[in-house]
């Protein structure tokens, strides 16, 4: 049941992408999960098209842009409308 499973994370990753797009807005939650007898974190995320669950070891917000992203490398954009919003919501520079 564990062996050749590529192809199921693969369509995974496909329906996830698609059901991002089919509405401007995405619900997410999360709930505790014990995995091998650790605490993990179950994200879930959905809109009315669609419903995936990602569980994680942790739930801040790294981990949300991880599963957002679905495994791409995170990559930052610090233009000037970037410095003006931290500016308007006073972000710590530490």
Do not use: W
Not at 51 to 63: G, H, L, M, Q, S
């Amino acid at each position: 049941m564990t062996k050749d499973i590529d192809l199921f994370y693969q369509e995974k990753t496909e329906i996830f992408l698609e059901g991002l797009k089919t509405t401007p807005y995405q619900q997410i939650d999360d709930t505790g999960a014990r995995v091998n007898g650790i605490n993990y974190y179950t994200q879930i995320l959905c809109n009315p098209h669609y419903t995936a669950y990602f569980t994680v070891p942790d739930k801040d917000r790294k981990t949300i842009l991880d599963v957002l992203l679905c495994g791409k490398e995170k990559t930052y954009c610090f233009n000037a409308k970037a410095f003006d919003m931290m500016k308007t919501f006073n972000v710590s520079k530490s």
